[in-house]
C-alpha cells in the first residue's frame, strides 16, 4: 500500500471547499519529486473527504499528494 503524503486540510461549508496546505511540506513534495509541475506550473493536488470529521481540527476532507495511477498491464 503506497504511503500517503499529507499536505494539508480542508472544510467544507455550504458554499465550497477551504483548504489550507503546509508550505513547507509543498515544497518538500516538490524538491523530492513527489509533486510535478506540467508545462504551464501547475501541480495536481489530491483533496479527500474524511470519513468523520476531525476531532481536533474540525476538517471534513485531507490534502495530499496524489496516488499513482495503476501501470497498465499491456
Given at each position: 500500500?503506497?504511503?500517503?503524503?499529507?499536505?494539508?486540510?480542508?472544510?467544507q461549508?455550504?458554499?465550497?471547499?477551504?483548504?489550507?496546505?503546509?508550505?513547507?511540506?509543498?515544497?518538500?513534495?516538490?524538491?523530492?519529486?513527489?509533486?510535478?509541475?506540467?508545462?504551464?506550473?501547475?501541480?495536481?493536488?489530491?483533496?479527500?473527504?474524511?470519513?468523520?470529521?476531525?476531532?481536533?481540527?474540525?476538517?471534513?476532507?485531507?490534502?495530499?499528494?496524489?496516488?499513482?495511477?495503476?501501470?497498465?498491464?499491456?
Amino acid at each position: 500500500m503506497e504511503e500517503i503524503t499529507f499536505l494539508g486540510n480542508a472544510w467544507q461549508d455550504d458554499y465550497g471547499i477551504n483548504v489550507t496546505v503546509n508550505l513547507e511540506k509543498f515544497e518538500q513534495a516538490i524538491r523530492t519529486g513527489k509533486l510535478e509541475k506540467n508545462k504551464y506550473g501547475d501541480v495536481k493536488i489530491r483533496v479527500q473527504k474524511l470519513k468523520s470529521p476531525n476531532e481536533k481540527s474540525k476538517a471534513t476532507h485531507y490534502v495530499a499528494v496524489p496516488k499513482p495511477k495503476p501501470e497498465s498491464p499491456f
